[in-house]
């Protein structure tokens, strides 16, 4: 079973462009909301992360949305760099399980320039 | 900024044999975790370890794998025999404390091949 899903699995955005991301998530004992950015060759690196609590968290470029009604959850990057072009994955956990991270399938981004 | 390290980044192994992979968390981190990321897929979780027990474990981590803390620097990973269907990268990870405030650092990742 697919705890967390992720769309679109790529996505090609134009340098200067909005670059989106969604999530939405079954289990409502998630409560932590984070958004790993990863490199070709490195680890996952966490990017910005949100509760439940909050519908909106932005730091920098970097935006997260979140709809609890929904359980939806998405990623804003504006002013997107060729820089940014990595793989995106969202995750989600909860107490209840030590917090292990449950992370989506990811999304391969390509900021053109 | 310190970071976790992972040895080897690339094991290669045949099916059967055992594999030891090797990571050192960041210095003043608690809890350490072991992920991994078949080529393509997802990364899933496959255990998290404090106080020197394991604390949660997924279906992944089955009786063919264990984890240690041999000393007061290296986390280890053994599967005993590995099979085809372990060829993954491996990602140890690290946090401070198991909680929201407290956020996982990756290392980068050992490539294990099983042929």
């Known amino acids: 079973q697919q705890q967390v899903k992720q769309s679109p699995q790529s996505l090609i955005v134009q340098k200067g462009g909005i670059s989106i991301i969604n999530c939405a998530y079954e289990n409502t004992a998630f409560d932590y909301f984070p958004w790993y950015q990863q490199f070709p060759g490195k680890g996952p690196a966490l990017l910005i992360a949100i509760r439940p609590d909050v519908s909106e968290k932005k730091e920098g470029r970097f935006t997260i949305s979140f709809n609890k009604s929904a359980k939806q959850f998405s990623l804003h990057i504006m002013d997107s760099q060729p820089g940014d072009s990595a793989t995106y994955f969202c995750?989600?956990?909860?107490?209840?399980?030590?917090?292990?991270?449950?992370f989506g399938k990811g999304t391969s981004l390509l900021v053109t320039p | 900024e310190p970071e976790v390290t992972q040895t080897p980044s690339h094991q290669v192994t045949q099916m059967g044999q055992e594999v030891i992979l090797r990571c050192v968390p960041i210095s003043n981190h608690l809890y350490f975790y072991w992920y991994r990321q078949i080529l393509g897929q997802k990364v899933e979780f496959l255990v998290s370890?404090?106080?020197?027990?394991?604390?949660?474990k997924s279906e992944i981590f089955d009786d063919q794998f264990s984890v240690e803390r041999p000393d007061g620097s290296n986390f280890t990973l053994k599967i005993r025999s590995t099979k085809l269907e372990d060829s993954a990268m491996y990602f140890c990870?690290?946090?401070?404390?198991?909680?929201?405030?407290?956020?996982?650092?990756f290392g980068n990742g050992t490539r294990l091949t099983v042929t």
């Open positions: 990870a690290s946090s401070e404390w198991t909680d929201n405030n407290s956020p996982l650092h």
């Open positions: 995750a989600a956990s909860n107490p209840n399980s030590g917090y292990a991270l449950n």
């Open positions: 370890f404090y106080n020197n027990e394991i604390s949660e």
